[in-house]
């Protein structure tokens, strides 16, 4: 990879004709599934075949791999972004069911980064304007937790996603596994408030 090589300026955009935007999010979803899957031993042809559209089709669509990888990671951080916008009233319902959500993004973007990484380097614009805008959908969700108090303020946004990094690197196999870890995980962001020396006491006298 050459370290002058960036991210392609000009992404594809979505097909304004009902059967190629068709065909266009099909190439989009079994690439998701692909790249989840089978990393970068994943081909072209296999992603057209689970699409059920022609290599020719997808090519007009996204002319090399680099660019179907682009814009698969680019939507990616859309979606998990728009979420945080669809946020519930409660604070840390709000929180903890984005953070729940963002698991499913992590998986991907780590075998889609480790793709990218063949063609970008690990400072390329592609990579920071995606980490500004997750850090621009999860920060407030954050914030407005810690101001009503039901998370701990020693918590910052950085922590969480290497909090939540970790827990997508988890082998585990079996979705309801990961999601119970994820709560155990941020159960620990609650804010609690300190014993008071009287209760401590109490509680010490109770042991004896």
Known sequence: MSSTQTFTQTAPTTPKRADARRNYERILTAARK?????GDSTSLEEI????????GTLYRHFPSRQVLLE?????EVHD?????SQREHDPWKALSVWCEGLIGYLTTKRALAQELLKYLDE????FQECRRTVFAAGEPLLKR?????VVRPDVEFSDVLHMLAGISRMPASDPDQVR??????LDGLRYRPPASTTAVAGAALLRY
């Open 34 to 38: 692909a790249f989840a899957e089978g």
């Open 48 to 55: 057209a075949r689970q699409a059920g559209v022609g290599i």
């Open 71 to 75: 814009t698969l990671y680019v939507n």
């Open 80 to 84: 998990v972004c728009r979420s945080a």
């Open 123 to 126: 400072d390329a614009a592609l």
């Open 145 to 149: 937790a810690q101001d009503v108090g």
């Open 180 to 185: 119970h870890v994820v709560r155990i995980a």
